[in-house]
T-cell receptor
Framework: GENVEQHPSTLSVQEGDSAVIKCTYS??????FPWYKQELGKRPQLIID?????GEKKDQRIAVTLNKTAKHFSLHITETQPEDSAVYFC????????????FGKGTKLSVKP | GAGVSQSPSNKVTEKGKDVELRCDPI?????LYWYRQSLGQGLEFLIY????????KSGLPSDRFSAERTGGSVSTLTIQRTQQEDSAVYLC?????????????FGPGTRLTVT
């Protein structure tokens, strides 16, 4: 089955700097990669996702990149703000299959003002 | 509209007691998932339901854990003979279908503390 590794487990950046979180997956057939954000004391929410037919996707200050050959994908946050502080989870799955998402263990991002 | 709700929000129980955790999914969502989140850990998949199909129980950590979903809506996660290592936040999520690319909407979670 699929296995998702996420690094780093914690990340601290200064406001305005960029943050990068990386995930690797094991199942070469996985083709759907969402990212969820969980603010302190709140529930996880989907912030962006990417499918294997594209290499990059952007949404304002957030971007995701995918390297299918190396089986890794990354979340990039530019011009970080204190409200970006949260735990970020990556996940991987086969979009056409029924079933659950396989999540990474999460990255706690702290943005210092 | 109403999101996913869970009850209770907090539960403190003594070791060895049974507990029931409840999840009310978004109306019309046929897929329902249960996850466990221990301190500093990720989202550990436990079980999911899709419509009237048999649930996928592959993530349940032991036979002390069980779940049911009545009428394709409300779900109850039961933990029998609780142990201290069961202490965690239990999250429920629902989606339109059990297709991974359908967004999962999470509930606020139930924080379980086993003393």
């Amino acid at each position: 089955g699929e296995n998702v590794e996420q690094h780093p487990s914690t990340l601290s950046v200064q406001e305005g700097d960029s943050a990068v979180i990386k995930c690797t997956y094991s199942d070469s057939a996985s083709n759907y990669f969402p990212w969820y954000k969980q603010e302190l004391g709140k529930r996880p929410q989907l912030i962006i996702d990417i499918r294997s037919n594209v290499g990059e996707k952007k949404d304002q200050r957030i971007a995701v990149t995918l390297n299918k050959t190396a089986k890794h994908f990354s979340l990039h946050i530019t011009e970080t703000q204190p409200e970006d502080s949260a735990v970020y989870f990556c996940a991987a799955s086969r979009e056409e299959s029924q079933g659950n998402l396989i999540f990474g263990k999460g990255t706690k991002l702290s943005v210092k003002p | 509209g109403a999101g996913v709700s869970q009850s209770p929000s907090n539960k403190v129980t003594e070791k060895g007691k049974d507990v029931e955790l409840r999840c009310d999914p978004i109306s019309g969502h046929t897929a329902l998932y249960w996850y466990r989140q221990s301190l500093g850990q990720g989202l550990e998949f436990l079980i999911y339901f899709q419509g009237n199909s048999a649930p996928d129980k592959s993530g349940l950590p032991s036979d002390r854990f069980s779940a049911e979903r009545t009428g394709g809506s409300v779900s109850t996660l039961t933990i029998q003979r609780t142990q201290q290592e069961d202490s965690a936040v239990y999250l429920c999520a629902s989606s339109l279908a059990d297709i991974p690319s359908y967004e999962q909407y999470f509930g606020p979670g139930t924080r379980l503390t086993v003393t």
